[in-house]
């Protein structure tokens, strides 16, 4: 195993889980507190579809995959809003929408569209230029989430204490879900719909289950995202198995092992 500390191909794998975790842990902490869950997920799924439609209007597949998973955002957070629906409802008709455009365009398709590697990735073909888009998109979506981060956090645990105090709940709700978005875009070529959508709920699950006190939470979250992403990784290698798989399993036994680390602290 040490020895594919070793090779270029390894290293970068590494380094784009660590961005990736360090990304996603930060937003799973908004996702489980705002119940978001099927939302990351109903993203995902949106952006695959829009993918799917950029190749067939011949225009870069990242770039549609970021307008579908943008727009979706933007109509879930306007209409959970001004709807009177939930967020996760809301998403739930805009991503079978951008899903159906995408089959659609699929049938029309004459190049090949790799859909086993955005639904599955392969973190271990990583290129130098998904990582630097990927770190890029860490830095943005970071760096908001520093800015703004009180009113999100105000907005998350009490939505009407929020709007009485003045906090434009409305565009924290918006920026959530665009943050949301862009995470989701830049990670789909990396790792994939599924180890995305997973990475966006699994560690903040875990972490829930142990600290109640937000700051405890969010540093939780991060930790089991990388310790996933990492463990996963070393796993994969040790035993065989695909990447994305054993990044998910390990997320998952955390997960259910959360309730024993709460015990012993």
């Known amino acids: 195993m040490i020895e594919f ?5 390894f290293q970068r794998a590494l380094l784009a889980g660590l961005v990736a975790a360090i990304l996603c842990g930060a937003l799973s902490f908004f ?7 099927f939302v990351g997920s109903g993203i995902s799924h949106a952006a695959f579809g829009g993918v799917a439609l950029a190749a067939l209007a011949g225009i870069p597949t990242g770039l549609g995959g970021l307008i ?5 955002a933007g109509a879930t957070a306007r209409a959970s809003g001004e709807g009177g629906v939930s967020e996760d409802t809301a998403v739930g008709v805009f991503t079978v929408a951008a899903m159906a455009g995408g089959v659609v365009a699929l049938g029309f398709l004459t190049t090949n569209v790799d859909l086993f590697g955005l639904m599955f990735g392969n973190i271990l073909t990583v290129a130098p230029t998904d990582l630097a888009l990927l770190a890029l998109a860490a830095v943005l979506v970071l760096g908001l989430l520093a800015a703004f981060f009180r009113p999100l956090l105000f907005a998350a645990i009490d939505e009407e204490g929020a709007k009485a105090a003045g906090v434009p709940v409305f565009r924290m709700r918006l920026l959530l879900l665009s943050l949301l978005a862009v995470t989701v875009v830049a990670a789909l070529k990396v790792v994939g719909v599924l180890l995305v959508s997973a990475l966006l709920v699994l560690p903040g699950a875990a972490a829930r289950k142990i600290w109640d006190l937000w700051p405890a939470f969010l540093a939780g979250s991060i930790a089991f995202a990388v310790l996933s992403v990492v463990g996963g990784l070393l796993l994969s290698v040790a035993i065989d198995i695909a990447p994305g798989a054993a990044i ?3 997320g ?12 012993t602290n």
Request: no cysteine; net charge positive; aromatic share 12%.
């Open 5 to 9: 500390l070793s090779y270029p191909f």
């Open 31 to 37: 996702v489980v507190l705002r119940r978001l869950a």
């Open 252 to 263: 998952t036994a955390l997960f259910l092992l959360a309730p024993v680390f709460r015990r």
């Open 68 to 72: 579908a998973a943008l727009l979706v």
């Open 248 to 250: 998910i399993l390990l």
